[in-house]
């Protein structure tokens, strides 16, 4: 009896053993869709999967710049802004003295004298070679040089006689005396020793600038530019050099680019200007092939323009800056340069023109105002002006700016130019009294521009 019921009980352990396995297999027979997948966020891309552990894969790039590095510039907050606050309509600055020095000369040549020297359809190096022969001095071209020069040479020191030569040749030297060797190349480089005033220091900028020189080297601090060229380009910075400093003025304008969005389907009514301000405050009013310059007195200004035009419309401030350009020169603003965000509108540049002097026997800022886009000319101004005037330049559709068959911006949207411009009188500092101030006001700027 004991053998039969312990082989029950084995049995029955036995069954219960099954009936648990059984039981445990059904309990993880969970459908394929609702189990828990092994990460909570799987992504494939290109057919690599990627989740939260992954290391991100990049293409490659080129070994350019980057471009906000490309953009980063000391003088874009300068240029960039415009202090309305502050704003001297009339400023005189004292005249210094613009300087250019050339770098790299190397060392001193030794004091010897030379006789008279006659040379005909020579290179430099034979020219000198002649020259020197008899002496411990060596000729050295870096890069060829193909220029034949002719001429004479009269008696004097070997320092001149080299310097006259290589001018002669378009060229440019330095002496090593550790080897004894005069090395001659077409490149040369040198260091301007510009004034103190920031705006004549833009407007040398540029000018340079629009002279196709890019490789520029400003030191603010000092207040210096090293720059890097041939022939052609010291004589081109020395015509500019030259020519800036015989001007006794400098015109400039400060700037504040709008976007006006009407708050209706109508566009801006500018005619309410005449009852807002007065006739009195509406000088001029010139068109052009697109949109309309409004020359105004000084109650129109950016303030008050801003508040006329709220009361019909949002009103976006898009870029704003400055520019300064010697009197009779021309001159450019950049809106994309000095634009907040990348707009439609960033294309555009200002381009400006002036002289002050008479004008029909009245003392006039003589501007033409240019707006143009990377397709041409988009409208022109002719505008007289008195020192104190203020441009608004209306009814520039921004569309004029859209490059796509539709667009969401309202056809009644506009960009809307102001334009502030601001004398720089020079004068010698011998003439300025030690307690005069810079800007002018009041009697003071009455009795200027009556002169």
Request: proline letters at 4%; glycine letters at 6%; hydrophobic letters at 40%.
């Amino acid at each position: 009896m004991r053998n039969i019921s312990n082989k029950i009980k084995k049995i029955t352990l036995y069954l219960l053993c099954i009936t648990l396995i059984f039981g445990c297999s059904k309990k993880n027979e969970t459908p394929v869709d609702q189990q828990q997948p092994l990460y909570d966020n799987i992504t494939v891309v290109d057919t690599m999967v990627i989740n939260e552990n992954s290391v991100p894969i990049f293409p490659k790039k080129a070994a350019l710049t980057t471009d906000t590095a490309r953009r980063f510039s000391i003088d874009l907050p300068k240029r960039c802004s415009v202090n309305w606050d502050s704003q001297n309509i009339v400023s005189i600055v004292p005249e210094e003295k613009i300087e250019i020095i050339r770098l790299e000369t190397g060392d001193k040549l030794p004091d010897l004298k030379v006789s008279d020297y006659e040379f005909k359809k020579l290179s430099v190096k034979q020219a000198l070679d002649k020259l020197l022969n008899g002496t411990d001095i060596s000729v050295v071209e870096d890069g060829e040089m193909i220029e034949r020069i002719t001429g004479t040479i009269s008696s004097g020191s070997l320092s001149d006689a080299v310097e006259l030569m290589a001018k002669m040749g378009h060229a440019y030297y330095s002496y090593d005396s550790a080897s004894g060797e005069i090395h001659l190349t077409h490149r040369g480089k040198w260091l301007i020793n510009m004034p103190k005033n920031e705006s004549i220091i833009m407007a040398l900028l540029d000018a340079m600038h629009g002279a196709d020189m890019r490789n520029l080297l400003v030191n603010w601090d000092d207040k210096t530019v090293v720059f890097e060229g041939n022939y052609q380009t010291e004589r081109e910075v020395a015509r500019i050099i030259s020519d800036i400093a015989s001007k006794k003025y400098m015109i400039g304008w400060d700037i504040d680019i709008y976007r006006v969005y009407p708050r209706t389907d109508n566009p801006i009514i500018w005619m309410n200007l005449l009852p807002a301000f007065g006739d009195k405050n509406i000088k001029m009013s010139i068109p052009g092939v697109v949109g309309r310059a409004l020359v105004t007195s000084s109650e129109i200004n950016t303030k008050t323009l801003q508040e006329f035009l709220s009361q019909q419309a949002n009103v976006v401030l898009i870029s704003q800056g400055q520019f300064v350009i010697p009197n009779g020169w021309q001159s450019r603003f950049d809106i994309g340069q000095c634009s907040k965000e990348e707009r439609l509108e960033t294309d555009l540049v200002i381009g400006a023109t002036a002289t002050y002097g008479d004008y029909a026997g009245r003392k006039k800022i003589d501007a033409k105002i240019v707006l143009r886009t990377s397709n041409g000319e988009l409208s022109s101004f002719d505008i007289p002006s008195s020192v104190g005037d203020n441009y608004v330049i209306v009814g520039i559709p921004t569309h004029s700016f859209v490059t796509t068959p539709e667009t969401l911006i309202s056809p009644f949207a506009e960009l809307v130019v102001f334009m502030s411009p601001r004398l720089i009188s020079i004068v010698d500092a011998a003439t300025i009294p030690d307690n005069a101030l810079t800007p002018l006001a009041g009697d003071a700027l009455r009795a200027f521009l009556s002169e």
